[in-house]
C-alpha cells in the first residue's frame, strides 16, 4: 500500500523557516518523480514544485522560486521541502504527492502539514 | 501560465440524479508527444487529501467508480457524475497536467439535493 507521511509543519514568523519532509513506503520511491501541492485554508489546490526521480530537475510556482527548495534523499524514501523568506500567504496545509508515471498530476497524497506564518 | 476557471462553483444534485463540472482552459492542453489532452480531474472531502479520478482527459484511475467519466477536447473538459451517490458529495477539482506551472481549477462543490 502507497503510503506518504509528511512532517515538520508548525506555526512560524514572517521571514522565518521551515524544513517539511516526507516519508515514502509501499513503492518504489527512487523511480518516481514527486510534488509538494498546497491549500491555504478554505481554498483550492496550488502546485508548489516537482522533483524528477533523481534529483536533478527541479520545477517550482513562480511565487516560491529562490525561497523553496525541493530535494529528496532516496536511500531514506524521503522528500522534502526547505521553505526560507516565509510570507503570510504561504499559510497552507502542504501534501506530499507522488507523480503519475508519463503524467505530471498526482496519483498518491499525504495527508498532509499545515504549515502557519503569523506574528 | 495556463489558467483553468471551473464552473459551477457549487451544484446540487438529487441521488441518482447526473452531475455535470465543467473546467475550461486559458489555451488549448494538447500534449505534443502523444496528441493527447492533458488533463486531469480530482475528488477532495471534507478534511482528506484529494484522490485522483480522470487523467488524459478520460481514463480512470484504478478503483475509480465507472460512473465518473471525463469528456471534452481543446480547450473545454467535462466531469460527469453519471448517478450521484451519497458517497460522492465532495470538491472537485480539474488540473492540467501539460506544462509548468502545473495549475487547478478553483474547484466544485457538489452537495445532495
Known amino acids: 500500500e502507497v503510503q506518504l507521511v509528511e512532517s515538520g509543519g508548525g506555526l512560524v514568523q514572517p521571514g522565518g523557516s521551515l524544513r517539511l519532509s516526507c516519508v515514502a513506503s509501499?513503492?518504489?520511491?527512487?523511480?518516481?518523480?514527486m510534488g509538494w501541492v498546497r491549500q491555504a485554508p478554505g481554498k483550492g489546490l496550488e502546485w508548489v514544485a516537482n522533483?524528477?526521480?533523481?534529483?536533478?530537475?527541479?520545477y517550482y510556482v513562480d511565487s516560491v522560486k529562490g525561497r523553496f527548495t525541493i530535494s529528496r534523499g532516496n536511500a531514506m524514501n524521503s522528500l522534502y521541502l526547505q521553505m526560507n523568506t516565509l510570507r503570510a500567504e504561504d499559510t497552507a496545509v502542504y501534501y506530499c504527492?507522488?507523480?503519475?508515471?508519463?503524467?505530471?498530476?498526482?496519483?498518491?497524497w499525504g495527508q498532509g502539514t499545515l504549515v502557519t506564518v503569523s506574528s | 501560465d495556463i489558467v483553468m476557471t471551473q464552473s459551477p462553483d457549487s451544484l446540487a444534485v438529487s441521488l441518482g440524479e447526473r452531475a455535470t463540472i465543467n473546467c475550461k482552459s486559458s489555451?488549448?492542453?494538447?500534449?505534443?508527444?502523444?496528441?493527447?489532452?492533458?488533463l486531469g480531474w480530482y475528488q477532495q472531502k471534507p478534511g482528506q487529501p484529494p484522490k485522483l479520478l480522470i487523467y488524459?482527459?478520460?481514463i480512470r484511475h484504478s478503483g475509480v467508480p465507472d460512473r465518473f467519466s471525463g469528456s471534452g477536447s481543446g480547450t473545454e473538459f467535462t466531469l460527469t457524475i453519471s448517478s450521484l451517490q451519497a458517497e460522492d458529495v465532495a470538491a472537485y477539482y480539474c488540473?492540467?497536467?501539460?506544462?509548468?506551472?502545473?495549475?487547478f481549477g478553483g474547484g466544485t462543490k457538489v452537495e445532495i439535493k
Open positions: 504527492a507522488r507523480v503519475l508515471a508519463g503524467a505530471s498530476l498526482f496519483d498518491f
Open positions: 509501499g513503492f518504489t520511491f527512487s523511480t518516481y518523480w
Open positions: 522533483i524528477k526521480h533523481e534529483g536533478g530537475e527541479k
Open positions: 489555451q488549448t492542453v494538447l500534449h505534443s508527444s502523444t496528441n493527447k489532452d492533458c
Open positions: 488524459w482527459t478520460s
Open positions: 488540473q492540467q497536467h501539460c506544462s509548468t506551472p502545473l495549475t
